[in-house]
């Protein structure tokens, strides 16, 4: 089945333990994303990667980083988490960046106290 | 603010009736993209309308798009409880400096009652 898989689901965290969200897709596409999704703002950009090696930063990319070694993954890494950093993080991959489809997975809820 | 802002912020109507979601954006588009989320879970693609084309359906959805009035609506004809959702859109638009984004609106919440 063709998907996009985040993990952990859920996430409960202190204030400057590094953690990592893992994201993998088994689409074979060229793009990937990470958003943050809070109430009132919507979705926001973290990062993004056209390709292997190839990362750039989206709207909200502080605090944040990602690598992409291979085409499937991409995960998001939050060296010193703060508690403004609590939210809803969404992975999405595209065969061809804006001009196709994201694909979601299903989301990893994260909490910094 | 937001280069796709969606119209009304949340809809209530009965089950058979039908729901119609607006998206306004700012600049020039590529294409323009309608997202469902149901309750905190990952966005669902509906529909990729492109900037040369007006309308496309899509089962019980219908999108337009005006790009002389930069707006875009969503159509749910004959809408069903399962229908109950959040709406976005998300709007492909290329960058003064080169590149492309795609950016998201806040949503219509949509409830369908029995």
């Known amino acids: 089945e063709a998907q996009v898989t985040q993990n952990p689901r859920y996430l409960i965290t202190v204030t400057g333990k590094k953690l990592t969200v893992t994201c993998s897709q088994n689409m074979n596409h060229e793009y990937m994303s990470w958003y943050r999704q809070d109430p009132g703002l919507g979705l926001r950009q973290i990062y993004y990667s056209m390709n292997v090696e190839v990362t750039d930063k989206g709207d909200v990319p502080e605090g944040y980083k990602v690598s992409r070694k291979e085409k499937r993954n991409f995960p998001l890494i939050l060296e010193s988490p703060s508690p403004n950093q609590t939210s809803l993080y969404f992975c999405?991959?595209?065969?061809?960046?804006?001009?196709?489809?994201?694909?979601f997975g299903n989301g990893t809820r994260l909490t910094v106290t | 603010s937001q280069q796709g802002e969606e119209d009304p912020q949340a809809l209530s109507i009965q089950e058979g009736e039908n729901a119609t979601m607006n998206c306004s954006y700012k600049?020039?588009?590529?294409?323009l993209q309608w997202y469902r989320q149901n309750s905190g879970r990952g966005l669902v693609h509906l529909i990729l309308i492109r900037s040369n084309e007006r309308e496309k359906h899509s089962g019980r959805l219908r999108v337009t798009l005006d790009t002389s009035k930069k707006s875009s609506s969503l159509l749910i004809t004959a809408s069903r409880a399962a229908d109950t959702a959040s709406y976005f859109c998300a709007t492909a638009y290329i960058l003064t400096g080169g590149g492309n984004k795609l950016t998201f609106g806040t949503g219509t919440q949509l409830k369908v009652e029995l």
């Open positions: 600049t020039s588009i590529n294409n």
């Open positions: 999405a991959s595209s065969l061809r960046s804006y001009n196709s489809p994201l694909h």
